[in-house]
Every structure is written in C-alpha cells, then in structure tokens.
C-alpha cells in the first residue's frame, strides 16, 4: 500500500536523516524503533504528507504523496490518514462529539453517525460525547483523539510516541487499543517510539 | 459542526472581549450614523422649503436670520418694510413671482403668516378639507397644526403676539379655520395661513412704537402698511448677480440668497459636526486596534487548533478565513447594532426637539449607511490580516510535537 523508496531528509542546517527502504501493507502493524534523535518523527511526518523530504518518494497506493499541490494534500491527509499525538490536541472550544464531526467536516466528508458512536462505544466513552475536553481524565482524552484519528476510516493510523509518558499498565493498554482500533477499522498502523517496553509487543519492527 | 461555526463559538467563549470590541464598532458606526441621518434630513428639509425661492428681500439686518425667518420660520424677523418701499421690488421687471410675508403671531407655538394667494402658488398647496381662506381672519392651518391642536375647519381660535407662543393673546379679535391644508412635506404644515390684512387687524387697536428701532425687532410689531419680507422668484438665473445688488445699494432693505445663505449655515455647522466625525472615526479605529489586538494574543493559543486542523485535512486558505471571520463577525454585528443605534438616537433626537419644522426622524435611511456596513467590513478585515497570516507560517508537526 504504502512504499517509501530512496528517502532522505535534510533540516535546514541540519545533518541528512537517510531512511531505508520500506513497504507497509494495508492492515500491517509496524513499530518505527530509533533512539531518540534518530527521525522517527521526522519520517511521520513525511508519511503524513506534513513534511516534503529533500529526496525520495512516498507512494500512497500508487500515488506520489509529494506530488499532491497543498491543498490536495492537505484533503488527502483528512481522509486517509490518522494521527495520535503524543499530546492530546483537542479543540478546546468543541465538546466530544463535536470533535469528532469537526475532523469529518474539515476533510470533506459526511459525518457518519453510526460510525462514531461505535468508536466511542468501543472505546468506552460514548457517554462522555456531550462533554468538553477539560472535563475529562487525560485517558479519556487519548480514547477521544484516537476515535478521531478514525472517524473518516484511513488506511493508516499513526501515533508518535503514543505511550513513553504513561506507566507499564497504561502504556500496555493504549498499545493493546490502538492495535485492536487499527485492525477493526481496516487501518494499517504504525507506532513510532524509543519505549524499549513496547518493543517486543509488535513482530514487524522498522529500525532507524 | 464545521469550522466557521468555530469561529463564533470561539467569540462565544469571550463574552467579554467579544461585548467590548462589538460595543465600540456599534458606538463608532451609530455616530457617524446620527451624523449622517441629521445632516441628510436637515439638507434635505432645507432644499425642500427653499426649492424655489432666489431672493428673500427684508429688513436690515443678518440675511441668515432673514432666511431663517422668513423661508423656514425657525428665528425672529430682522424687522418690517414698508409697503412703499417693497412694492416698486414686487412690480420690478426681472420678478416673476414675489410673495409678501406678514409674520409677527402665532397660535400654540405654530406661526401664523399673512400672505396672499401667490403662496400657495410658490409651494404649490392644496386643500385637504374645507377651503382657501378669502376674507379678513379666515385661516388655513398646515397639516401638522391640524394634527397638532385638533383645530378643523369651522373652529375658532385668538392668537398669540409673538412667535414663541408665550406672548400675551389678542383677544380682541378671533381667526376662523376655513381650511386644512393637504401634507407638503415641508415647512408649510407647520404653518397657519391668513391674509395679509388679518395680521394688520390684529394690531390695529395697539399703541405702535417707534419705527425703525431695529434692535428691538423681536417686540415689534407688523402695524399697517407694512410686512416682514418678500419671497422672489426672478424670471430669468440672469438675475441672480445683478438683483441683489440693486436691492442692497438703492433701497433700505436687505436681499438673501437662500442658497447662499443655507451653504453658510452648512460651513457652520461643518466645523462642529467634523469635530464629531473624527471621533467617531477615532473610535472606530480604537475598536479596530482592539479587534487586532484580542486576536492576536489569542493566536499563541490558536496555534494549536490551526496546527490541528491542518492536519485533519484543512487547507490554509480555509484556516486563514476562519481567523478573519472571527474579526469580520465582530465587526459585522457591531456595524448594524451601530445603524440600529444611530436610528433610535435621531428618532429619540426628534422627540425632545422643540422646533417642528426641523423634526428628525429615525425612519429614513440612507444609502451611505451601506458605506458604514462596508466601513465595518474593511476595519474587521484590516484587524485580522496580520494574525490570520499566522496559519501561513506556522509549522504543524514542531507546533503539535510541542505541549
Ligand atoms: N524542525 C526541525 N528543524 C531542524 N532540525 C530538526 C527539526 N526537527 C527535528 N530536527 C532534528 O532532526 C533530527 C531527528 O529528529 P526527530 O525526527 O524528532 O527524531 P526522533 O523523533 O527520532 O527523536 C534530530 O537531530 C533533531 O534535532
Ligand atoms: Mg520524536
């Protein structure tokens, strides 16, 4: 589904991160391992189409991601790509729910209804949809950020460092959730993360 | 949900902030509103009163004060004339209709004015109810008088000496409402018509005093055989420089150009109401400096959500209008309270206003109050430009990866 061939970035006066070659199928599940420093945000953020490399291409079912004009590219990422943060970024000013609609409507897309109360109900929290983000625990918020990350069904769900601020018990679960969110949401998933706990829990690992 | 719905719930969350610049948008538009209303509708009565007047020739005196008295009866007569002295002006060759005013009474605060049938020609009035008035006492009173005092056609009345309405009454004699005028739309409904010599009855029995005390011009009196001013139409524009001058060198009388005249009171008045404007567009300007200021510092924290919603699929085109829309929305509100303001301001303006000839109303609007909408537009639009730029350079994922 996705392949990344030749890709190498380079920060303005920073030293070339090379990358090698890599092919992630859709509904793999991939750790992205590196010390810290390494580029693994950096190579997200190029999946994500939110960075150009310097060289390279990303191919995204056959469609050269770096090629797309900005705003295309922007449409692309709202309906095909999902993104966890390390902090949860919610809009303060929206409830639950509208959190959820918000991402739909700003990819162009049609809430589905069903689809998030699903979601919400997966992830426990389809009770706390009228409620703002400074209402909830930082759990609920991480469940809240990764239906968002789903509402518009992407084909690839990725999460940067999801887990290296939470202890063993938490960071076992949030890794347990996003591998069962991705697999029932058809979602390939990477895990980008210098958490050495988490490292064995996934076989496919890509290592910078 | 969508992102322009944002936008508001973003004012929302600042009631504060949001009341406070909208407050001042609305004072900044509702002046230079009240302004606009006063200066259109006070141009607009003074053409209407004045349309076809040239020359109002009178005593000595200020030729602004002759204009006022004598076209929009507002201020006192300059004086009288004598009959002898205006008519070789009224048979002069370059006039084609000269209109001899008696004023010195009136009835409840309303002028009566003595004339002949060439007024109701000069305006072009016309009966409502019952007749032109024909014999000594009998009177046409405006639209408004009607209105005003209840007086119809068959009813009685004294006068008052003086124009203020607080004179002594002239009992000895009584007018007689023969008929209501239709409504003109000008000065002419707030007036009570008679002819010439029921003006002098009613000062024939009195003591006269001394001719030619002009100072004292507010206690005299019209005593027979003289008027208060005439109002001329020349037959040709030709007349316009030469008249006058004739009026003002060969005779003991004072000529007016009303359009001179009104053009004079305008500069007049301009100084004060510039005064006015500029702080106006003053406030306007604070409100706008507010409006970017607010915005701004809300932009360390938007930041967040703009990084967000870029990477949920926004464009920054669409950012960048969701940023404006918040200011535009602000002053969008603020200019129409700011109409809605400035209306209710000129129409309560015109209910405390004593002189009815120059009532305001808030009912009358005015194409220039697109320009103020407009105004807002462009200030909401200017105030957010410079933060709303920020979507162009924000750098998502270093923004995002931060806390
Ligand atoms: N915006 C940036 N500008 C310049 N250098 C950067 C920027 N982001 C990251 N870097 C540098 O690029 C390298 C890789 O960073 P990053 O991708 O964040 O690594 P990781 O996520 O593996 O810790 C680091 O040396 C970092 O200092
Ligand atoms: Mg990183």
Request: hydrophobic share 40%; with cysteine; net charge neutral.
């Amino acid at each position: 589904m996705i392949k990344i061939r030749n890709l190498s970035h380079n920060y303005t006066g920073g030293r070339r991160i090379n990358f090698p070659d890599w092919d992630i199928d859709s509904m793999d599940q991939w750790l992205l391992l590196g010390a810290s420093g390494k580029g693994k945000s950096t190579l997200l953020n190029i999946l994500a189409g939110l960075l150009s490399p310097t060289e390279g291409t990303v191919t995204h079912n056959e469609l050269n991601l770096h090629s797309l004009s900005g705003t295309a590219l922007d449409r692309f990422r709202g309906r095909h790509i999902g993104i966890v943060f390390q902090q949860t970024h919610l809009i303060k000013a929206l409830n639950a729910i509208q959190n959820l609609q918000i991402a739909s409507s700003l990819a162009g897309l049609t809430f589905d209804d069903a689809h998030a109360m699903n979601l919400l109900k997966d992830l426990g929290i389809h009770e706390l949809r009228k409620k703002y983000p400074h209402e909830l625990s930082q759990g609920q918020l991480q469940r809240l950020s990764v239906a968002r990350a789903l509402i518009n069904k992407p084909d690839l769900l990725i999460a940067d460092e999801p887990t290296s601020s939470l202890d063993d018990e938490n960071a076992f679960q949030v890794l347990e959730m996003l591998q069962t969110q991705a697999k029932n949401n058809q979602a390939a998933l990477v895990i980008a993360t210098h958490d050495q706990r988490v490292s064995q829990r996934i076989d496919k690992s890509y290592l910078l | 949900m969508n992102i322009y719905q944002i936008s508001f719930k973003n004012l929302y969350r600042n009631p504060l902030t949001t009341g406070l610049n909208v407050m001042l948008v609305a004072f900044g538009v509702g002046i230079l509103c009240i302004l606009l209303l006063a200066s259109n509708q006070i141009e607009r009565k003074l053409e209407q009163n004045a349309k076809d007047i040239d020359l109002v020739v009178g005593a000595k005196g200020s030729p602004l004060q002759l204009i006022l008295s004598s076209i929009y009866h507002i201020d006192f007569p300059t004086g009288n004339i004598t009959v002898e002295e205006a008519e070789p002006i009224m048979k002069n060759p370059m006039v084609k209709r000269a209109v001899p005013l008696a004023l010195g009474d009136s009835y409840e605060g309303f002028r009566i004015a003595g004339t002949d049938s060439s007024f109701i020609q000069l305006y072009q009035l016309e009966i409502g109810k019952g007749r032109y008035w024909k014999q000594d006492l009998e009177v046409n009173i405006g639209s408004t008088v009607a209105k005003v005092t209840g007086l119809k056609p068959g009813d009685k009345f004294y006068g008052a000496h003086g124009l203020d309405g607080n004179g002594d009454v002239h009992k000895q004699h009584m007018y007689q409402v023969v008929g209501v005028l239709k409504p003109q739309g000008n000065v002419t409904d707030d007036l009570v018509l008679t002819n010439i010599g029921s003006v002098y009855k009613m000062h024939e029995p009195e003591g006269e005093e001394e001719h030619g005390s002009a100072e004292h011009h507010e206690e005299k009196e019209i005593s027979n055989k003289e008027i208060t001013a005439i109002l001329i139409q020349y037959r040709s524009p030709m007349s316009v420089v030469l008249f006058p001058r004739m009026v003002n060198k060969n005779t003991n009388m004072q000529a007016a150009s009303p359009a001179m005249e009104s053009a004079r009171l305008f500069s007049l008045i301009g100084v004060g109401l510039d005064t006015l404007k500029y702080f106006a567009i003053l406030i306007m300007a604070i409100s706008g400096l507010s409006i970017f200021i607010s915005l701004y510092n809300s932009m360390k924290e938007k930041k967040y959500d703009l990084a967000l919603m870029r990477c949920l699929g926004a464009s920054k085109g669409k950012l960048f209008f969701h940023v404006v829309l918040e200011a535009l929305a602000v002053t969008i509100v603020g200019s129409c309270l700011g109409i809605l303001i400035g209306h209710l301001a000129v129409e309560v303006i015109g209910v405390y206003q004593e002189s009815a000839q120059a009532r305001l109303t808030g009912s009358y609007f005015v194409t220039e109050e697109l320009y103020l909408i407009l105004a807002g537009l462009v200030i909401g639009l200017v105030a957010s430009i410079i933060p709303a730029m920020q979507v162009y350079k924000v750098d998502i994922a270093k923004t995002l990866s931060k806390s």
